[in-house]
């Protein structure tokens, strides 16, 4: 299960406390940003909360990743219900098994457009963000939460 990137390598992301969306670089941006820790707590570059790194999955993020998992959970179902006629069977049950369970199709592959601009925190340079055209200044350091304009 992979999300996609945008052809700049920013992954979409989306702030649980104000609810925009953005965009983070994935993995390091450059051979300064490997020098650091990942740290445990991003700032969203919107609103400047804090929040852990796994707290920032775009809805459509959620639902690719629960339909990722559903196909699966049927068919280990499926198996166990058939388990459950054939013993049915022996003992002369009239039962009988019809259809199957549909296979979820699987989702459309998520795509990634290339949108919104990428701007700077003056602080923690080696870390980029993208943020929607229409935001406005101030806008908050993904790894420090400091302010800054554009
Ligand atoms: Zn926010
Ligand atoms: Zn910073």
């Not at 299960?1 to 920013?10: E, N, Q, R, S």
């Not at 069977?89 to 549909?102: I, V």
Request: charged residues 20%; contains cysteine.
């Amino acid at each position: 299960m992979t999300l996609p990137l945008d052809h700049d390598g920013f992954l979409r992301r989306e702030c649980p406390h104000c609810e925009q969306e953005f965009k983070w670089h994935h993995g390091p941006a450059s051979e300064e940003a490997e020098q650091e820790n990942d740290p445990d707590t991003y700032y969203c570059p919107l609103c400047g909360h804090p929040a852990g790194l796994d707290s920032w999955w775009t809805q459509v993020q959620i639902d690719q990743i629960q339909h990722a998992a559903l196909p699966a959970a049927l068919q280990a179902m499926e198996q166990e219900l058939s388990g459950m006629f054939r013993g049915a069977s022996k003992k002369h049950f009239s039962l009988e098994q019809t259809g199957s369970f549909d296979t979820a199709e699987a989702p459309t592959p998520l795509v990634e457009m290339d949108d919104m601009t990428i701007i700077i925190s003056p602080c923690h340079a080696y870390e980029p963000v993208k943020i929607p055209e229409i935001a406005t200044s101030p806008f908050y350091c993904l790894v420090c939460g400091s302010p800054f304009a554009v």
